[in-house]
Structures are given as structure tokens and as C-alpha cells.
């Protein structure tokens, strides 16, 4: 299978998108009250313009800390919900639910694939990151053309597209990319 385009693409994990990891630990006794704020401020979020979505992670272990996400589509888009009154009104009413943020991170593009949660430590460079991503990608991309390309060389071209994009964004997301990352780590963090 020949690549026919090769005119210049943006990248789907650098496309402007910002993320936010906020760390929160909550005092034992007082999860149940920190969930229904927690919920609360995200839906409260989630019905901004260019809100993607959000999540909230329970801890791992019993006393860890709670994890809030929320995706927006730009930086515009971040800083109108952190300027909100919206906002502003859910951290005024949060006094007495026992529960203070430990960390704060604000990811954008490829930084997410590098960003371990619970850490506030920097995404390495993003030449760095580029070379990392290449790792991961070159293997995928070598092996989906080899097994899958024979079988697909005969589909319309739009639907083997689709068909490798979900398979090795797939890979790249939950083997490649956190297995790059864990053997170039020392490399990575160092400055």
C-alpha cells in the first residue's frame, strides 16, 4: 500500500486542545459530600462553549487523592471557564466539604501522552516528545501496513483510512506511547 497524500496534516494530540488535571484530597469522611460538589462543578463546566468533556477519578488507594479532568478546545475556551463567575460561585460554596488541591496541571497537546497523574513534573521538550512519538509510531505503522494492508489494499479508501486511524491511534494510546514512555523515561525527564 502506497501513501498518497503527504501534504502537511495537524496532528490530532497537538491541535491547540487544553487539559486540566486537578489533584483534590479529600478528608476521610467527607467523600460523598466532595463527589456531589466534584459532579456538581463539572457539569456546571461541561455547559461551556468548546467544553470537550471531563472526568472524575475516585483514588486508588484508600486516602489517595481524587482527580478531576476537564478538556476545552483552545486556550480561549480554558480561561473563560477559569474567569467564570460560574466558577467562582462553586469554589465559594465549597467551604466546609473538607477537601483541598494538592495539584494543579494544564496539558497541551502531546504533553498528555507524557504526563504521569499525581506528579507535577514538567512535560520534557517537545523535540523530545517528537522523537519519542516517532518510536511509537514507526513500529505501528510498519506492522498495520504489513498485517492489515494486504486485506484492505481493495477497500474504499476513505474506510481503510478510518480502519487504520482507529487501530493505531488504539495502539498508540494504550500500548506505544506508554510503553515509549516508561523506556525513555530517564531520558525524557532529564533536562
Known amino acids: 500500500m502506497a501513501i498518497t497524500n503527504t501534504s502537511e496534516q495537524t496532528v490530532p494530540a497537538d491541535n491547540g486542545e487544553v487539559n486540566l488535571l486537578i489533584a483534590r484530597q479529600v478528608e ?3 467523600e460523598e459530600t466532595f463527589e ?3 459532579h456538581g462543578i463539572l457539569e456546571t463546566a461541561a455547559g461551556f462553549p468548546d467544553h470537550l468533556g471531563y472526568g472524575l477519578f ?3 488507594t484508600q486516602g489517595g487523592p481524587w ?3 476537564h478538556r476545552f478546545r483552545n486556550q480561549a475556551a480554558f480561561q473563560r471557564w477559569q474567569d467564570s463567575p460560574e466558577r467562582a460561585q462553586w469554589f465559594a460554596n465549597c467551604l466546609g466539604h473538607h477537601h483541598t488541591e494538592i495539584a494543579r496541571r494544564e496539558l497541551q497537546g ?3 501522552w507524557f504526563a504521569k497523574p499525581g506528579t507535577t513534573r514538567p512535560a520534557p521538550p517537545r523535540w523530545k516528545m517528537a522523537i519519542s512519538s516517532g518510536l511509537a509510531i514507526f513500529p505501528i505503522s510498519l506492522a498495520g501496513n504489513a498485517v492489515l494492508g494486504p486485506y484492505l489494499v481493495d477497500v474504499n ?3 481503510r483510512t478510518a480502519a487504520f486511524a482507529v487501530v493505531f491511534s488504539t495502539l498508540m494510546t494504550y500500548a506505544a ?3 515509549v514512555s516508561r523506556l ?3 531520558w525524557l525527564t532529564r533536562g
Open 28 to 30: 476521610p469522611g467527607h
Open 36 to 38: 456531589a460538589w466534584a
Open 58 to 60: 475516585r483514588p486508588t
Open 67 to 69: 482527580f478531576l479532568v
Open 110 to 112: 502531546m504533553e498528555t
Open 157 to 159: 479508501f476513505v474506510l
Open 177 to 179: 506511547m506508554p510503553a
Open 184 to 186: 525513555l523515561r530517564p
